[in-house]
């Protein structure tokens, strides 16, 4: 199975600053059709998980432009602009490159 | 909106069965795959596998090969897991997400306790 290292464990940051969570992956996540099934979710306290980002850098349905994907092959970042109140919970990766899915260990980001 | 409801909580004692629904809203069901995640007490995602909603033909993944059962009643735009012999590792939060993670429904508790 793709192993997902996620970095760091936990964050707390003010609100308006600036956060970023590193997701790399034992294997390059690159499919046959070129495309990279690299994913972040977001599951805030009590709450199911939501689609934050799709294929590394594609927005989810109604997620601000805060947030913003970048990387390729084996490294990706999640990287938050303005951290705002409503945005902790803990952050997970997510490749679906390869079967099975696996995830990556989760981020927990706190609210000083 | 799509939507993705899932039965509510369970108390099952070891041995026993259990089969929880996920009924899909908002979309063609046959359209999107179903995901199946399980979610332990305080810990992470784990993936469970998938059901393909046009065949019906289920994918688990290693750890789940023995005793869950994915399943369908396309009609009723729905999807079952079903697990059987029931441990006290089972205990845990079951999450269904349909096709690319891009939904998820609200989870439900399965809590196995003699």
């Known amino acids: 199975d793709v192993v997902m290292t996620q970095t760091p464990p936990s964050l707390s940051v003010a609100i308006g600053q600036s956060v970023s969570i590193s997701c790399k992956s034992s294997?390059?996540?690159?499919?046959?059709?070129?495309?990279?099934?690299l994913h972040w979710l977001l599951q805030s306290p009590g709450q199911s998980p939501k689609l934050l980002i799709y294929?590394?850098?594609n927005l989810g349905s109604g997620v601000p432009d805060r947030f913003s994907g970048t990387g390729s092959q084996k490294d990706f970042t999640l990287k938050i602009s303005r951290v705002e109140a409503e945005d902790l919970g803990v952050y997970y990766c997510?490749?679906?490159?390869?079967?099975?899915?696996?995830f990556g260990s989760g981020t927990k980001l706190e609210i000083k | 909106q799509i939507q993705l409801v899932q039965s509510g909580p369970e108390l099952k004692k070891p041995g026993e069965s259990l089969k929880i629904s996920c009924k899909a809203s908002?979309?063609?069901?046959?359209?999107?795959?179903m995901q199946w995640v399980k979610q332990a007490p305080g810990k992470g995602l784990q993936y469970m596998g998938w059901?393909?909603?046009?065949?019906?033909?289920?994918t688990y993944a290693d750890d789940f090969k023995e005793r869950f059962v994915f399943s369908l009643e396309t009609s009723a735009s729905t999807a079952y897991l079903q697990i059987n012999n029931l441990k006290n590792e089972d205990t845990a939060t079951y999450f269904c997400?349909?096709?690319?993670?891009?939904?998820w429904g609200q989870g439900v508790m399965v809590t196995v306790s003699s």
């Open positions: 997400a349909s096709g690319a993670l891009d939904y």
């Open positions: 908002g979309y063609t069901f046959t359209d999107y795959a």
């Open positions: 059901i393909n909603t046009q065949t019906g033909k289920p």
């Open positions: 294997q390059s996540l690159v499919y046959s059709d070129g495309k990279t099934y």
């Open positions: 294929q590394v850098s």
């Open positions: 997510v490749q679906a490159t390869h079967f099975p899915l696996t």
